[in-house]
Structure formats: structure tokens, C-alpha cells
């Protein structure tokens, strides 16, 4: 029973359910604040398949991730509130900042090793936020950025209106779901996975690794920088604490619970928490107690995610009953690769 | 003349305290390889202990340092056991998302009940020393000397008993420890106790001169892993000659640089660092 419901999931209709369910959502939707949760998990949602690129598939864990979201916002606040662009070039600026100073980073921090690269880059955000918080001149310290510029509608819809705005959310999440999934089935895509799985072997394969890291990082931070510049049109108001590390870390939680290095546990991971953090407001401000302990679960005992497990445990199954007892090398387990599911 | 010497105190005291976190992150990865990404929690559970023993149970000063010290020890002995022994095997990623982990909850908990205030912890240690214009606070006086006691005291465990020769072989060389019969998951559990005594020590010693709240270890264990970068990971001389470096860039920096930037300053050393040596300034070869 169990099997049959998962092979439902695997299906490749199954993504076009989901676009449907997201599509029709605002409908059954019972008033405008659930409409507003979605798009805002949806946002997070874009930032935390740029972490999957990098940490997911590359298997470098990125610290600064919530930097440069906040940097993304920020460069779109300031371009609209305080030199008066209009949302789109501002939300292109945003795009070419945020993987323009990716590409800097990515230089320098990618050379170093596993644990050197997670430290440099918990240093980086940390100074995002620091700049943000002091270089008052620019950024207007810790009072933060009003009158942000709404995404322009060219006289045809509404952006400042929940529902337009969601669907516009919805627009790139869809897109950013589908470069995934191209970049998860190209050769590149296989690159970063043969990097994750180990710097010398993929060396040894010929793969120029400090092009192919930077690579991934740029587009992580791009997609951060997306999300980032969604946000502040959303939310029209952006501060330092938007580059607090805590961002961060919820990014990878969402990240992990949903299944690292997957095409639809970012989403999944993503929508399911912050429904269930935002149907248990008492939680709100306790949640880290929650999600703390189920960080650590998560890396024993499922290391890859729920979704994950769950397909690892579906081509078990799968491989079960095409095969119940020859042809044991029927295919090679997907248990380490770049899954295809919807 | 005297600012300069204020200065150097002030480093002195600075550079006292970011050691002293420094060298229990430092232990913890030379031993044990794990970048223990909570160890700033642990620092921030120990600053609370104290305060919760002193303030809220009215204990002295000192018992209140020693009961956090063996609080602090037996929350890390258990963050070893539940948490990182069982991912001892496991890519080194997931050492460190379960550190962050472990980082969320503490604060989550501690949160829960003391709420995010700011919240001000006083010392029997309140005077002021004169010395022909150079003015030390007792409080300072007693961080300074007080890391140099724990400084001394961890070598001498280390050098001249048997435990802290197992920790040491074990530092030195895995497979050989674990031939000679060294027991892995005991030298494991003291050095997690160890790391989280000097994190306790560190914090009681600056609480009273600084604030104490729940997110007061982000900046502390952000330092003390560019302290222990600077030194090289796994070196305890590299964690207390890299706290002390950056102490008196900080120190200094905040006086003659600008004071809202002074936190920047670690942090722009560390990457100016590693943007010309990967590796770290004094490191052997990394880990």
C-alpha cells in the first residue's frame, strides 16, 4: 500500500500535480494571510535550493547563505528607496551584485578545505551583518530600509496585492526548480556530485575543481540573492537582523529535513516547516528547541532527509519487486547520486 | 603614554578570555577532529550557570564558577556521547550541522527560561587598582591571572599524569594510541569535559564585565575559530598566542581604528589570512 503511494510520488506527473495544487492554492486558500505564508515559504524556498546547489550537491556547507540573501534585499531596498529605481532593474542589480560578490568569496573561500570553508564562510555572514548594522552612511544602520519599491506590475497587475505577488513567487520558484533539475541531470550537475564525493577522485577524473566549486557558488549565492530581493519587495521593509545568522541556519534545516542534495526536499522541507511553525504560533519563538534536536536526528539517523530516505527506501523497494531474486546488478542504487524525482 | 598601557590591558584581558575559549575549540579539533560549532553555546550555558548560581541561589563567586564548570563539563561529555560519537564515521559535514544543532537548542533552552534580555552579573571583584595612573579593575587583574592559573594548570595535566598523557598520544597518533590499548571513547569524553570547563571558566570570568544573554557566544566562538586558525587547528601555544593577537588587535584597533569596527577586525584578518594562506598562518599541514 505504502509502495503504491510512493510510486505515485516518483511518478513524473507528480510534479505537475504539485504545480497545479500551487496554481489553484489562493482558491481554497481560506483568507489572504495563508496566500502570504505560502509566497514567504516560497521565497525561502528559492534560497534554499541556491544552498542545495552548493552544500547539497557540491558538499561544501555554506555559512554565509543568509548574508547573501540579506544582501540580495538590500541592494534592491537601496537601489528603489534611496535612488529611486524602479523594482526590476533593481532586481536585475540585485541578481549581478549578489553573484558578482559570490564570485569573490567563492575565489578565495573555495580553495580551503571541509572544515576551513564552513568557518570562513560563518565569518563572512557574520560580516555582512556587521556592515549592515554599522556602515550607517549606506545603509542606514539599525533602523533598516523603508519604502522599498513593490515588483512593477506595467500597468496590467497589481504586485502589492497578495495574490499577484504570489503567483509572481510562484513564477520563479517554478524556474528555479527547473534549472535545478536541467543542472541536476547535465553533466555539470554530476560534477559538483562527483566533487561532493571527494576532492582527489574527482581530480583524479580530470575535473577542474576550483572552476566547478566557484561555479556552484555563484549560482547558490545567486539564488540567495533572488530570494533575498523577492523578500524585500514582499515584505517592503528589510533590516540588519535579516542577515542574522539564524537565517541561516533555518535554511539548512529546511535544507536537511527535506532531503540534501534532492530536487523536491528543499520545497517540501521548506513549505511543510514554516506551515507547521506558522500553524503553532506558541512555537514561534521556541522553535530552535524543536529544531535543534531534529537537526541532530536528522544527520544519525536519516542523513538524507526525509525525502531522501524515502527514495532510497522506494528503489529498494522498487528493485524488490522487478527482481525478487535474480539479476542482483540490475542498476547501480541511486543511493549516492542526484535524484530525478519530481 | 598611560592609554597605551590601558590598551595593553585591556588586550591583555581581551586576548585572556578569547584564549581560553580558543584552547577548548582548539583540544576538541586537534584530538578529535570535530570543528565543534556549539562550543560558543557552551560558553554562553556556562556564563548562565554562574549567574543562575549566584543570582538566583545566592552561592559565592568562586562556588559559582566551580558548579558551572561541572555543569558545563557534563553537558559536553554529553554532547559527545549523544551526538558526536555516533557520527564519528560519517562525512564531516554532518559533524558539523549536528554542532549547529546543538548550538540551537542550547540557546532555545536557555532562552525558555532566562528570556533573551540583556542581563548584568556582578563580582566580589569591584575595585580598582592603582598603579601611578594606570588604572586596572580587579576584575581584569583576576581574568589575566586567571587564564595563566588554567593555562599552567592544563599543562601540567597534560605533561606530568597519565590521563593527560593518553589525550596527548591520542593527539599525536590514532592508530598508535588505539594499539598501546588507549580507551578512544574515555580520552573522547575528557577532552569534550575539558573544553567545556575551560568555555565555563572563560565565561565566568567575563561576565562581569560584559553582558550576559542568550546569543552572547556567537561573537566569542566566531573569534575563537579565527584564534585557532591563526595558530594553527589542533596547537594549544597557537590558541593562546592567536587569542592574545587578536585581544590586542581589537584592543588596539577599537582605540585607534574606530570602536563600532573593532569586531570586523578578527574577521578581516582571518580572511586576508586565508586568502594568502589557505592553510592557516602556522599550521603544518592541515588535519
Given at each position: 500500500m505504502l509502495f503504491k503511494l510512493g510510486s505515485l510520488l516518483l511518478h513524473p506527473a507528480f510534479k505537475y500535480a504539485l504545480i497545479v495544487l500551487a496554481l489553484l492554492f489562493p482558491l481554497f486558500a481560506s483568507n489572504e494571510y495563508q496566500v502570504y505564508v505560502m509566497a514567504s515559504a516560497f521565497v525561502w524556498a528559492i534560497a534554499v535550493y541556491g544552498l542545495n546547489i552548493i552544500?547539497?550537491?557540491?558538499g561544501q556547507l555554506n555559512l554565509a547563505h543568509g548574508g547573501f540573501f540579506a544582501l540580495g534585499a538590500y541592494t534592491l531596498g537601496l537601489l528603489s528607496a534611496?535612488?529611486?529605481?524602479?523594482?526590476w532593474p533593481a532586481f536585475v542589480a540585485a541578481l549581478l551584485f549578489t553573484a558578482f560578490l559570490g564570485f569573490l568569496v567563492g575565489v578565495v573561500?573555495?580553495?580551503?578545505k571541509e572544515h576551513y570553508f564552513a568557518i570562513f564562510t560563518l565569518c563572512v555572514g557574520f560580516i555582512i551583518y556587521l556592515l549592515l548594522d554599522k556602515w550607517e552612511e549606506l545603509t542606514?544602520?539599525?533602523?533598516g530600509v523603508r519604502d522599498i519599491a513593490a515588483p512593477?506590475?506595467?500597468?496590467?497587475?497589481?504586485?502589492?496585492?497578495t495574490v499577484p505577488f504570489y503567483y509572481l513567487v510562484l513564477a520563479f520558484l517554478v524556474f528555479a526548480m527547473w534549472f535545478m533539475g536541467k543542472l541536476s541531470r547535465s553533466l555539470l550537475g554530476r560534477t559538483f556530485v562527483a566533487i561532493r564525493n571527494g576532492d582527489e577522485l574527482a581530480q583524479s577524473l580530470g575535473i577542474n575543481l576550483m572552476r566547478n566549486k566557484t561555479l556552484a557558488f555563484v549560482l547558490s549565492t545567486t539564488y540567495a540573492g533572488m530570494a533575498g530581493a523577492l523578500y524585500a519587495g514582499m515584505i517592503r521593509f528589510i533590516g540588519?537582523?535579516?542577515?542574522?545568522v539564524q537565517h541561516t541556519f533555518d535554511m539548512i534545516t529546511y535544507l536537511l529535513v527535506g532531503g540534501?542534495?534532492?530536487?523536491?526536499g528543499p520545497l517540501l522541507g521548506t513549505v511543510g516547516i514554516v506551515w507547521i511553525t506558522q500553524s503553532l504560533?506558541?512555537?514561534?519563538?521556541?522553535?530552535m528547541i524543536i529544531f535543534g534536536p531534529l537537526l541532530v536526528i536528522l544527520v544519525i539517523f536519516f542523513p538524507r532527509g526525509f525525502v531522501g530516505s524515502f527514495l532510497t527506501w522506494m528503489h529498494r523497494e522498487s528493485q524488490k519487486q522487478a527482481a525478487?531474486?535474480?539479476?542482483?546488478?540490475?542498476r547501480v542504487s541511486t543511493g549516492k547520486g542526484v535524484e530525478n524525482n519530481a | 603614554m598611560n592609554l597605551f598601557f590601558q590598551n595593553i590591558v585591556n588586550g591583555l584581558t581581551l586576548g585572556s578570555i578569547y584564549g581560553l575559549v580558543a584552547l577548548g575549540l582548539t583540544l576538541v579539533y586537534g584530538i578529535?577532529?570535530?570543528?565543534?560549532?556549539?562550543h560558543g553555546a557552551l560558553y554562553m550555558v556556562g556564563a548562565f550557570m554562574s549567574y543562575f548560581l549566584m543570582v538566583?541561589?545566592?552561592?559565592h563567586y568562586w562556588v559559582a564558577m566551580a558548579g558551572s564548570a561541572v555543569i558545563v563539563a557534563g553537558l559536553a561529555v554529553l554532547c559527545e556521547r549523544l551526538v558526536f560519537h555516533p557520527l564519528r564515521?560519517?562525512?564531516p559535514i554532518h559533524d558539523k550541522i549536528a554542532a549547529i544543532g546543538i548550538l540551537l537548542f542550547l540557546e532555545a533552552v536557555i532562552q525558555m527560561f532566562w528570556g533573551s534580555d540583556f542581563r548584568r552579573m556582578s563580582s566580589p571583584f569591584t575595585g580598582i587598582m592603582n598603579f601611578d595612573g594606570l588604572i586596572i579593575p580587579e576584575q581584569r587583574a583576576l581574568i589575566i591571572v586567571g587564564a595563566l592559573v588554567l593555562v599552567v594548570a592544563l599543562q601540567l595535566f597534560l605533561r606530568k599524569t597519565m590521563t593527560g598523557a593518553t589525550i596527548i598520544a591520542m593527539a599525536q597518533n590514532r592508530e598508535g594510541a588505539f594499539l598501546v590499548g588507549i580507551d578512544a571513547n574515555r580520552v573522547a569524553m575528557m577532552t569534550f569535559a575539558i573544553s567545556g570547563v575551560l568555555a565555563a571558566f572563560a565565561a565566568t570570568l567575563y561576565a562581569p564585565i560584559n553582558l550576559v544573554y542568550p546569543a552572547m557566544g556567537h561573537i566569542v566562538i566566531m573569534k575563537a575559530f579565527v584564534i585557532i586558525i591563526l595558530g594553527g587547528m589542533g596547537s594549544i601555544p597557537g590558541a593562546i598566542v592567536g587569542g592574545m593577537i587578536i585581544g590586542f588587535a581589537e584592543a588596539f584597533g577599537g582605540f585607534y581604528i574606530s570602536t563600532s569596527y573593532k569586531d570586523i577586525i578578527a574577521f578581516g584578518l582571518l580572511v586576508l589570512i586565508l586568502s594568502v594562506r589557505p592553510q592557516g598562518l602556522f599550521a603544518k599541514g592541515a588535519h
Open positions: 552544500t547539497g550537491f557540491c534611496d535612488y529611486g529605481w524602479s523594482f573561500s573555495l580553495r580551503l542606514h544602520g539599525p533602523i512593477n506590475g506595467f500597468g496590467l497587475v497589481d504586485f502589492t496585492q540588519p537582523e535579516d542577515a542574522n540534501i542534495g534532492t530536487i523536491s504560533q506558541f512555537l514561534e519563538e521556541y522553535r525478487p531474486s535474480k539479476k542482483k546488478e540490475s | 578529535l577532529h570535530i570543528p565543534n560549532f556549539a538566583d541561589l545566592g552561592a564515521h560519517s562525512p
